[in-house]
T-cell receptor, first 113, second 112 residues
Framework: ETGVTQTPRHLVMGMTNKKSLKCEQH?????MYWYKQSAKKPLELMFV???????ENNSVPSRFSPECPNSSHLFLHLHTLQPEDSALYLC????????????FGPGTRLTVL | QKEVEQNSGPLSVPEGAIASLNCTYS??????FFWYRQYSGKSPELIMS????GDKEDGRFTAQLNKASQYVSLLIRDSQPSDSATYLC????????????FGAGTRLFVKA
């Protein structure tokens, strides 16, 4: 298990539900990331927070809403999702912008019915 | 043109052989290059990073970078069945940027 944890590990939700994904890092890092991984597609960067400030927002639909209350916690709030949003959602953290310090959590497998 | 391109595979090699994984990238100003391994159902794990032209060796793994050709590769010597996984090529940002771009990955099967 890495120093980055994610809950829940699996989530099934309807299109009208509201749910949240949680990520916590225990590595003392100061940057956190949300990625989306769909089958046979590259990892897509969604959001980056550095020192609790959003520094990247990669044209993600507003039905995904991130929140970073402190440098150890990151949330992804979900509402009125579409079936095509079904994917593995990965959280990662790093020290500053150094990608070779980037560690991934185990991911949340999301299914939207 | 895809920003980071990899052959999706699967690449199948016998145990003990050399597996060669290739990756090309489109942004000439890219500064850093990475290989991640992702086992089925697991998250990506960084196995190699390379920043300068040439070869970098770490155990059974060798990363090769050619910035002029915008090409990076990963060689796995003495391949083992436990090396069977998807290998993701990633290209890091300019200094101070956070946006690492990933390829879709190459699936590797090592046959016992």
């Amino acid at each position: 298990e890495t120093g980055v944890t994610q809950t829940p590990r699996h989530l099934v939700m309807g299109m009208t539900n509201k749910k949240s994904l949680k990520c916590e890092q225990h590595l003392g890092h100061n940057a956190m990331y949300w990625y989306k991984q769909s089958a046979k597609k590259p990892l897509e960067l969604m959001f980056v927070y550095s020192l609790e400030e959003r520094v990247e927002n990669n044209s993600v639909p507003s039905r995904f809403s991130p929140e970073c209350p402190n440098s150890s916690h990151l949330f992804l709030h979900l509402h009125t999702l579409q079936p095509e949003d079904s994917a593995l959602y990965l959280c990662a953290s790093s020290q500053d912008s150094q990608p070779d310090t980037q560690y991934f959590g185990p991911g949340t497998r999301l299914t939207v019915l | 043109q895809k920003e980071v391109e990899q052959n999706s595979g699967p690449l199948s090699v016998p145990e003990g052989a050399i597996a060669s994984l290739n990756c090309t990238y489109s942004d000439r100003v890219s500064q850093s290059f990475f290989w991640y391994r992702q086992y089925s159902g697991k998250s990506p794990e960084l196995i190699m990073s390379i920043y300068s032209n040439g070869d970098k060796e770490d155990g059974r793994f060798t990363a090769q970078l050619n910035k002029a050709s915008q090409y990076v590769s990963l060689l796995i010597r003495d391949s083992q069945p436990s090396d069977s996984a998807t290998y993701l090529c990633a290209v890091g940002p300019y200094t101070g940027g956070f946006k690492t771009i990933f390829g879709a990955g190459t699936r590797l099967f090592v046959k016992a």
